[in-house]
C-alpha cells in the first residue's frame, strides 16, 4: 500500500501569508480557525450542520468556509445574518485555488466530507478533524474512512442520527478550547499519513518495468 498520492505544494502551506492571500481581513490571530469543506462542489448536509451554529461558533474561531460553487449563495445569505461583530471572521468562497496549501496550514481545525484525497491531505498534514461521511456511497468507502481515523484518535465523526449542530458543535468546542488535545489529534492523524506516497507510487511502478524488461 503506497497510499493516495498528493500535491507537492500542499506539504509547503505558509499559515502566516493564508490570511492576506485570501482577503480575509477580519481573521483574529488570537482565535483558532476552523476551516469548513464539503469540496468543490459543496456539501448541502455540512453547510446546514454549520449555519446552525455559526453565531457561537464564532465568538471562538475564525471561520472559513469552502461551500461549494452551487451553493455559495445560500453561506452568503447566512453571513448576512450574522451580527456585526462577527461578520468579518466568517469568510465565504466557492471554491479554494492555488491558497488552499496555505488555508490548510492555518486551520487548526477541518470539518469536512471523508473521501479519499480528504483523508490523504488529513493525514499527511497532521489535521484534527471533524468528518461528516456522505452516506451512502458506493462501498460505504467514507463512513469507513472516517471510522478508521476516528478510532486511532485521528478524527471524529459525526454520521447518521449523531450528525446534528448539537453534536457539531460539541466536538468543536472540545477541539478549539483544548490545545493539548488538538495537538494530540493532530499527532494521531499524522502517524497515519502518507506523504512519501506519490515517491511510493512511482517507485512500485518503475519496479514492475524493469521485472517486465528482464
Not at 77 to 97: N, S
Request: charged residues 20%.
Amino acid at each position: 500500500m503506497t497510499g493516495n498520492p498528493l500535491r507537492p505544494d500542499l506539504i509547503n502551506g505558509d499559515a502566516k501569508a493564508a490570511p492576506e492571500r485570501l482577503g480575509w481581513t477580519g481573521w483574529t490571530p488570537m482565535l483558532p480557525t476552523v476551516y469548513v469543506t464539503g469540496g468543490s462542489l459543496g456539501a448541502r448536509q455540512v453547510n446546514e450542520l454549520v449555519a446552525e451554529i455559526l453565531p457561537e461558533l464564532l465568538r471562538h474561531a475564525n471561520v472559513f468556509h469552502q461551500a461549494g460553487g452551487l451553493l455559495a449563495d445560500e453561506a452568503h445569505a447566512a453571513a448576512l445574518r450574522l451580527p456585526a461583530d462577527l461578520r468579518a471572521r466568517y469568510l465565504v468562497r466557492g471554491f479554494v485555488g492555488e491558497e488552499l496549501a496555505d488555508l490548510l496550514a492555518l486551520a487548526d481545525v477541518v470539518v469536512s466530507r471523508s473521501g479519499g484525497g480528504t483523508v490523504s491531505e488529513l493525514t499527511a498534514l497532521g489535521k484534527p478533524s471533524v468528518l461528516i461521511p456522505l452516506v451512502p456511497t458506493g462501498g460505504d468507502e467514507q463512513r469507513r474512512n472516517a471510522e478508521h481515523l476516528a478510532a486511532r484518535g485521528a478524527a471524529r465523526m459525526l454520521a447518521g442520527e449523531d450528525a446534528t449542530p448539537a453534536r457539531l458543535a460539541e466536538e468543536l468546542a472540545a477541539l478549539l478550547t483544548d490545545p493539548l488535545r488538538r495537538a494530540d489529534m493532530a499527532e494521531q492523524a499524522r502517524g497515519m499519513g502518507r506523504p512519501d506516497a506519490a515517491a511510493a507510487l512511482t517507485g512500485e511502478v518503475l519496479a514492475l518495468c524493469g521485472r517486465q524488461d528482464s
